[in-house]
Nanobody, 128 residues
Framework: QVQLVESGGGLVQAGGSLRLSCVASGRTFSRYCMGWFRQAPGKEREFVAGISWSGGNTNYADSVKGRFTISRGNAKNTVYLQMNSLKPEDTAVYYC?????????????????????WGQGTQVTVSS
């Protein structure tokens, strides 16, 4: 059974930092890209950041570029999201996702439909 489990969410003041972690289990994720999405109340789920299965390519939403950094563990089944300079508009439930297997080692899709496995989400709340 495939599972993605996120951790690291919480309450932080504007300008602060949080680091989200996600551990995937239940299959081999060596050819899977991984990503982070978020969903705020009343809004659709949106792409935040993604990393290719090689780890050599990343992609970010414009709203988080320069503030968030996605990285992948050596075991390929873990992914992290370092979030700095947080803003109140970053408040949302953050979801980890895995998509593949893909032949292109540098492929980082942004569409929800390209990710077949999802975690349950972790709440991030940024106070002003």
């Amino acid at each position: 059974q495939v599972q993605l489990v996120e951790s690291g969410g919480g309450l932080v003041q504007a300008g602060g930092s949080l680091r989200l972690s996600c551990v995937a289990s239940g299959r081999t994720f060596s050819r899977y890209c991984m990503g982070w999405f978020r969903q705020a109340p009343g809004k659709e789920r949106e792409f935040v950041a993604g990393i290719s299965w090689s780890g050599g390519n990343t992609n970010y939403a414009d709203s988080v570029k320069g503030r968030f950094t996605i990285s992948r563990g050596n075991a390929k089944n873990t992914v992290y999201l370092q979030m700095n300079s947080l803003k109140p508009e970053d408040t949302a439930v953050y979801y980890c996702a895995a998509g593949g297997p893909y032949i292109n080692s540098d492929y980082v899709p942004v569409a929800n439909s390209k990710y077949g496995y999802w975690g349950q989400g972790t709440q991030v709340t940024v106070s002003s």
